[in-house]
């Protein structure tokens, strides 16, 4: 580890005393910094006195920017924490004390180049809400347009920066020198989180996070996503629509009877399936303070700063494992975990089935109800972590969405169960994914054959040419020709037609979905009639190759009879 510079010695002190002060003195003496401590701050508490939760919130906040944002992100894993802090952390989520107006007008007309007065026919001087990056005011546009606008704080990300630079040679210190490290990645975890944060301080970013997940969500006529106008926006300015509504945890008990709860907890959890499972870019942040209710009745889904992303195969994975899960089938998601995981030499693979097994056992039993999939996912993550398994972020990315997706459908429904809401998408998730899968699937073989055929006459040249060079020289060795090719024959029929079964399948599932006017047995009818097909076509498959294999065995057993 490097020696600390003279600009960051004070920030090592402050946060080696933050952790003496909550109980982690062994980890500053393994920073070897405690004597130092001791002698300019007799007064300091000791590891065992404690602090309560309240304490913790202030001094965070006194410790800059980055660290709030790690107390919002604490905030939502009461998996980690206990409830009095977990309580404590969330008033950091909007509560958080604001800058002056001043630098909130000098910051604008230096982003969009313009006046206030000009870009604006008002200007709220009081904030609606302030965190720790930013803070919001409401406004209107030229036109009359009700808008509100997000401004960065000041210096906000030298100082995230900074603070990083020195938490990175922390965790590396730690990652080297301690057996927690080691199990943790301290380092790798933290990199993780600076990214997040950084990608949060770029607001031409949630702009374009914005308009796509508003465009992947426009079937949902409850869940609404506000617009930025693009105009108005820039790396620490953001402008968008204004959504009159209240914050879900303001709801009074006569409001709650005015919307249709069931419908949209219902409708906000498929929305986020889709998102995940389907579109590869959700809403990470899900947290009450993100999530509003409409004057009409609607959701808005608010603050995409922080999002997350799932490539195709982490899509299948993930859904493998949510099923696994919802269905406390354990084995299943064990298998489909480690093989997506990277593994530790001490990793005891035995030891992780049995305590996953425990896990989803023990959540089941309390009923469907009260099972929770976010938080069994993160006790997944955090027992791999302690065993030598290193989960995908995006694991643990879900888990954290889907525990504080959970509080808010149980908010908007009390009977909300998720994991029903789980089996009932399933089928459609699956059916949305195989239609994209086979357009890519057709559209990539599109690429190889144009690629094969455009650089065939160069291949049939070099083959020409090196048959007219005896450089070729074909060996071949069959003992029963007739015999061999009979039997690829056969391997090949059988392919061809299962694969053609396997498209009368899909295909039949694809047209399960297109309205038509001509329909059997209450479906339409070229559907119907492609499963029909594939079923007979099956059918006559299998008892061809049963009478094929017979023959074949009596032919054989002639031969050695023959031979005999």
């Not at 907890?265 to 889709?274: C, E, I, M, T």
């Not at 899960?325 to 001490?346: F, G, P, Q, Y």
């Not at 309390?366 to 694991?395: C, D, K, W, Y």
């Not at 009977?415 to 029903?420: L, S």
């Amino acid at each position: 580890m490097k020696l600390p510079t003279a600009g960051n010695l004070q920030r090592y002190k402050q946060i080696a005393r933050f952790l003496w002060k909550y109980g982690r003195s062994d980890l500053v003496q393994q920073l070897g910094i405690d004597d130092t401590l001791a002698l300019e701050d007799k007064s300091l508490p000791t590891a065992s006195a404690g602090a309560v939760a309240e304490q913790l919130v202030n001094d965070l906040e006194a410790m800059g920017p980055t660290y709030v944002k790690l107390g919002q992100i604490l905030s939502t894993r009461p998996d980690l924490l206990p409830d009095a802090y977990v309580r404590a952390l969330s008033r950091l989520q909007d509560k958080v004390k604001p800058f002056e107006y001043a630098e909130v007008e000098e910051i604008i007309c230096s982003e969009l180049n313009v006046r206030l007065s000009k870009a604006f026919s008002r200007f709220d001087p009081v904030p609606t809400a302030a965190a720790s990056l930013g803070q919001v005011h409401s406004a209107a546009l030229r036109d009359g347009r009700d808008v509100v606008v997000k401004v960065q704080r000041p210096n906000v990300v030298r100082q995230v920066a900074e603070d990083f630079e020195v938490l990175r040679q922390i965790a590396e210190f730690l990652d080297a020198h301690t057996d927690l490290g080691k199990r943790r990645r301290f380092a790798q975890t933290l990199e993780e989180f600076r990214i997040t944060i950084m990608n949060e301080l770029d607001y031409e970013r949630e702009a374009q996070n914005l308009v796509r997940v508003g465009e992947n969500l426009a079937e949902f006529d409850l869940v609404v996503v506000p617009q930025p106008v693009p105009d108005y926006c820039s790396r620490r300015v953001l402008t968008m629509d204004y959504v009159q509504g209240t914050k879900i945890t303001e709801l009074s008990p006569i409001a709650g009877l005015d919307m249709d709860g069931p419908a949209l907890a219902s409708q906000l959890f498929k929305a986020y399936l889709k998102q995940v499972l389907v579109d590869g870019i959700f809403h990470a942040d899900p947290h009450p303070g993100n999530v509003f209710v409409t004057g009409d009745g609607r959701i808005a889904l608010l603050d995409l700063g922080m999002v997350g992303f799932t490539t195709p195969a982490m899509q299948e994975n993930l859904l493998k494992i949510l099923i696994a899960v919802s269905e406390a089938k354990s084995e299943n998601a064990v298998d489909t975990i480690v093989r997506i995981s990277e593994t530790a030499a001490h990793f005891d693979a035995v030891q992780f089935k049995r305590r996953i097994a425990q896990v989803i056992l023990e959540q089941h039993d309390q009923g469907l109800r009260h099972m929770n999939i976010g938080r069994s996912l993160l006790q997944v993550t955090t027992i791999a972590a302690e065993l030598g398994l290193f989960v995908p972020s995006e694991l643990t990315l879900l888990g954290k969405t889907l525990m504080q997706l959970d509080e808010v459908g149980k908010i908007l429904d009390p009977e909300f169960d998720p994991n029903h809401a789980v089996r009932r998408n399933v089928a459609e998730i699956v059916a949305r994914r195989m239609k994209h899968t086979t357009q890519g699937s057709v559209f990539g073989t599109m690429l190889e054959v144009k690629d094969f055929l455009g650089g065939l006459p160069t291949r049939l040249k070099k083959i020409l040419d090196a048959i007219a060079n005896r450089e070729i020289e074909v060996n071949v060795k069959a003992v029963d020709a007739n015999l061999m090719l009979e039997g690829l024959q056969k391997i090949a029929n059988r392919i061809t037609s299962g694969v053609i079964l396997a498209a009368l399948i899909v295909g039949a599932s694809l047209l399960m979905r297109v309205e038509t006017s001509f329909v059997l047995f209450g479906y339409p009818g070229i559907a119907i009639i492609c499963f029909l097909a594939a079923a007979a076509g099956g059918v006559y498959l299998l008892v061809s190759i049963f009478v094929q294999d017979e023959k074949s065995q009596r032919r054989a057993a002639r031969q050695r009879q023959q031979h005999l």
